[in-house]
């Protein structure tokens, strides 16, 4: 099995950053992606971004392209997402992901095998 971890989340202002990351553990040969969600209140979860573990990301949505960078450090199982120009549209709890395989794609909730707890991120006016 893979388990995935985030950490990173926490209060921000308007115009700040913040680098969220996700480290895997237990099976992790077996992984062919990760990926980060949001979900913000009373919304649904939404995807932001997904690197292939060969290497690759996936594209990002209009919301976040050119402020928010996915990337990996393979040797520690980990995955960064670097977020900047932060707004309070980006206040959400932000899920790391695990794929197994990308049969389903990896812009869908169901394309993953392997959900974290979430970490919250609130930016601030």
């Known amino acids: 099995q893979v388990q995935v971890e985030e950490s990173g989340g926490g209060l921000v202002q308007a115009g700040g950053s913040l680098r969220l990351y996700c480290t895997a553990s237990g099976r992790t040969f077996s992984l062919y992606a990760m990926g980060w969600f949001r979900q913000a209140p009373g919304k649904e979860r939404d995807f932001v971004t997904a690197i292939l573990w060969s290497g690759g990301t996936v594209d990002y949505p209009e919301s976040v392209k050119g402020r928010f960078t996915i990337s990996s450090d393979n040797a520690k199982n980990t995955v960064y997402l670097q977020m900047n120009g932060l707004s309070p549209e980006d206040t959400a709890i932000y899920y790391c992901?695990?794929?197994?395989?990308?049969?389903?794609?990896?812009?869908?909730?169901?394309?993953?095998?392997?959900w974290g707890q979430g970490t919250r991120v609130t930016v601030s006016s």
């Open positions: 992901a695990a794929a197994l395989c990308g049969s389903r794609g990896l812009r869908r909730d169901d394309g993953y095998h392997v």
